[in-house]
């Protein structure tokens, strides 16, 4: 399994990003995706997640700012974040749901600072 984040960069806070992962070495329309990030000094989090099926998962941290969504026919999972905050700053990471240790990548940064 392999996994492709991208879309990360230098946003103000209350601005929005668009993060894409492809995924690749898996059949992507039986498993269940999820985004997840890590700040400095912090564990992992999950930030969101989707079914096979399209049913979304957020925590309160992101939710109503943070859209996952994921195109089977192209095999990738986007998230759509929007009203930034500097406490969003992190490395974002897709994997399945549960994450398979193997397949984090490097993940994509995304550091929102005015």
């Known amino acids: 399994v392999q996994l492709q984040a991208s879309g990360g960069g230098l946003v103000q806070p209350g601005g929005s990003l668009r993060l894409s992962c492809a995924a690749s070495?898996?059949?992507?329309?039986?498993?269940?995706m999820g985004w997840y990030r890590q700040a400095p000094g912090k564990q992992r989090e999950v930030v969101s997640s989707i079914s096979k099926r399209g049913r979304t998962n957020y925590p309160d941290s992101v939710k109503g700012r943070f859209t996952i969504s994921r195109d089977n026919a192209k095999n990738m999972v986007y998230l759509q974040m929007s009203s930034l905050e500097p406490e969003d700053t992190a490395v974002y990471c897709c994997?399945?749901?549960?994450?398979?240790?193997?397949?984090w990548g490097q993940g994509t940064l995304v550091t929102v600072s005015s």
């Open positions: 994997n399945l749901v549960p994450p398979s240790s193997n397949s």
């Open positions: 070495g898996m059949i992507f329309s039986v498993v269940d």
